[in-house]
């Protein structure tokens, strides 16, 4: 079992940034691909960045790509989204999630963190 624990959400205004952050405790042994998901009401969970253990495999959605960066910290147990130049349509509770493989879909990930709200206004 892998405990996740987010922050660093917050209220921005648009063009602005913001850092979240995840830490992982427990088995890290299960965290070799490390995620964040976004959720607004009423609609599915979206993929938004991924990379895996050595950060060979980095991925982003093509609504993120070129604005937000993902990185992890292994010594530390931690992964980060560095989120720049935020748009509204970036407002979501966004997820730090934990997989023992490279995917996308949110059903394959076991390990999920409570979520941090992030709003942009206009």
């Known amino acids: 079992q892998v405990q996740l624990v987010e922050s660093g959400g917050g209220l921005v205004q648009a063009g602005e940034s913001l850092t979240l952050s995840c830490a992982a405790s427990?088995?890290?042994?299960?965290?070799?691909?490390m995620a964040w998901f976004r959720q607004v009401p009423g609609k599915n969970r979206e993929f938004v960045a991924g990379?895996?253990?050595?950060?060979?495999?980095?991925y982003y959605s093509d609504s993120v790509k070129g604005r937000f960066t993902i990185s992890r910290d292994n010594a530390k147990n931690t992964v980060s989204l560095q989120m720049n130049s935020l748009k509204p349509e970036d407002t979501a509770v966004y997820y730090c999630?934990?997989?023992?493989?490279?995917?996308?879909?949110?059903?394959?990930?076991?390990?999920w963190g409570q979520g941090t709200q992030v709003t942009v206004s206009s």
């Open positions: 999630a934990a997989a023992m493989r490279i995917t996308f879909n949110p059903l394959d990930f076991p390990s």
């Open positions: 427990g088995r890290t042994l299960d965290t070799s691909f």
């Open positions: 990379g895996s253990w050595s950060a060979s495999h980095i």
